[in-house]
């Protein structure tokens, strides 16, 4: 059984500072790796893919990647409350399915 | 921007009824997928589907679900015989290549 593993948080965290969130998952073999964003009662937003070891940057967030540690992880910079959701780590197996975390509650206090 | 969308945005059935989920993707997408979420509770891959069928099918789509391409258009989940434990959102995704974007859901309550 391939797992996606997440802290639940919450993670509390003041406004315009740093969140990190992290995520490790079992199977050697995956590729390809997703973050999505799920406000409360809504589906999940896709806000980063990563491929490759190393960082990636898209506005404000950075999603890291180590394939030898099997670990993912997702960083906010100057956090808004806006931010405050749930944040989703997806890892893309066979047939392109996807196998997600239980997801880390963030909280952006004002 | 284009978006993937799905009705209705909430359903109630009784317990052994069928119902039947509509979803219609991104239009130059070809590769469609069903999750659900029970609350609380993670997103939960159902099947995906390419090319007029079935890639993948999770232990959960079991004979009880299926899913068809009526058209060009829309991409439909049934559940026949529903029961309780079926209550849940279920969200439709699409994709071109391996970024997968989800509508909105359906609410499906079953009593």
């Given at each position: 059984q391939k797992e996606v593993e997440q802290n639940s948080g919450p993670l509390s965290v003041p406004e315009g500072a740093i969140a990190s969130l992290n995520c490790t998952y079992s199977d050697r073999g995956s590729q390809s790796f997703f973050w999505y964003r799920q406000y409360s009662g809504k589906s999940p937003e896709l806000i980063m893919s990563i491929y490759?070891?190393?960082d990636k940057e898209d506005g404000r967030f950075t999603a890291q990647l180590n394939k030898a540690s099997q670990y993912v992880s997702l960083l906010i910079r100057d956090s808004q409350p806006s931010d405050s959701a749930t944040y989703l780590c997806a890892v893309l197996g066979s047939n392109y399915k996807l196998t997600f975390g239980k997801g880390t509650l963030l909280t952006v206090n004002p | 921007e284009p978006e993937v969308t799905q009705t209705p945005s909430h359903q109630v059935t009784q317990m052994g009824q069928e119902v039947i989920l509509r979803c219609v993707p991104i239009s130059n997408h070809l590769y469609f997928y069903w999750y659900r979420q029970i609350l609380g509770q993670k997103v939960e891959f159902l099947v995906s589907f390419y090319n007029n069928e079935i890639?993948?099918?999770?232990?959960?789509?079991?004979?009880?679900?299926?899913?068809?391409r009526p058209d060009g258009s829309n991409f439909t989940l049934k559940i026949r015989s529903t029961k309780l434990e079926d209550s849940a959102m279920y969200f439709c995704a699409s994709s071109e290549g391996l970024e997968q974007y989800f509508g909105p859901g359906t609410r499906l309550t079953v009593t």
């Amino acid at each position: 059984q391939k797992e996606v593993e997440q802290n639940s948080g919450p993670l509390s965290v003041p406004e315009g500072a740093i969140a990190s969130l992290n995520c490790t998952y079992s199977d050697r073999g995956s590729q390809s790796f997703f973050w999505y964003r799920q406000y409360s009662g809504k589906s999940p937003e896709l806000i980063m893919s990563i491929y490759s070891n190393g960082d990636k940057e898209d506005g404000r967030f950075t999603a890291q990647l180590n394939k030898a540690s099997q670990y993912v992880s997702l960083l906010i910079r100057d956090s808004q409350p806006s931010d405050s959701a749930t944040y989703l780590c997806a890892v893309l197996g066979s047939n392109y399915k996807l196998t997600f975390g239980k997801g880390t509650l963030l909280t952006v206090n004002p | 921007e284009p978006e993937v969308t799905q009705t209705p945005s909430h359903q109630v059935t009784q317990m052994g009824q069928e119902v039947i989920l509509r979803c219609v993707p991104i239009s130059n997408h070809l590769y469609f997928y069903w999750y659900r979420q029970i609350l609380g509770q993670k997103v939960e891959f159902l099947v995906s589907f390419y090319n007029n069928e079935i890639s993948e099918k999770s232990e959960i789509f079991d004979d009880q679900f299926s899913v068809e391409r009526p058209d060009g258009s829309n991409f439909t989940l049934k559940i026949r015989s529903t029961k309780l434990e079926d209550s849940a959102m279920y969200f439709c995704a699409s994709s071109e290549g391996l970024e997968q974007y989800f509508g909105p859901g359906t609410r499906l309550t079953v009593t």
